[in-house]
């Protein structure tokens, strides 16, 4: 990790996304159980996501492609995403 807490290849965790910012997905690293089944709910690279509710101790909840679900925190950890400026 360098020092603006970005991995190698451009991407940071979800995880460290706040409430309200957007970024689009990057890569999935986790097992091929985990990639297959978040690319089946839609969770592919360059999917735009919104993070409507991070609490630290507690799951985020994210929104994508219409839908809404709730991550926990060692999972979101895994999706790699480029974080999106506003306007």
């Known amino acids: 990790m360098n020092s ?4 190698s ?10 409430e309200g910012e957007e970024g689009n997905v990057v ?7 985990l990639a297959q089944r978040l690319s ?6 360059s999917t735009k ?3 409507l509710r991070s609490c630290p101790q507690g799951p985020m909840l994210i929104s994508f492609r219409g839908s809404r ?5 060692g999972i979101t ?4 995403v480029s974080r999106l400026e506003g306007p």
Not at 9 to 18: D, Q
Not at 40 to 45: D, H, I, R
């Open 69 to 73: 679900i709730a991550l926990g925190r």
């Open 77 to 80: 950890m895994k999706i790699l």
């Open 4 to 7: 603006c807490g970005s991995i």
């Open 49 to 51: 996501v919104l993070v």
């Open 27 to 33: 890569e999935v690293r986790g097992g091929r159980g």
């Open 9 to 18: 290849g451009g991407g940071l965790p979800l995880a460290f996304l706040l």
């Open 40 to 45: 089946e709910m839609g969770l592919t690279p």
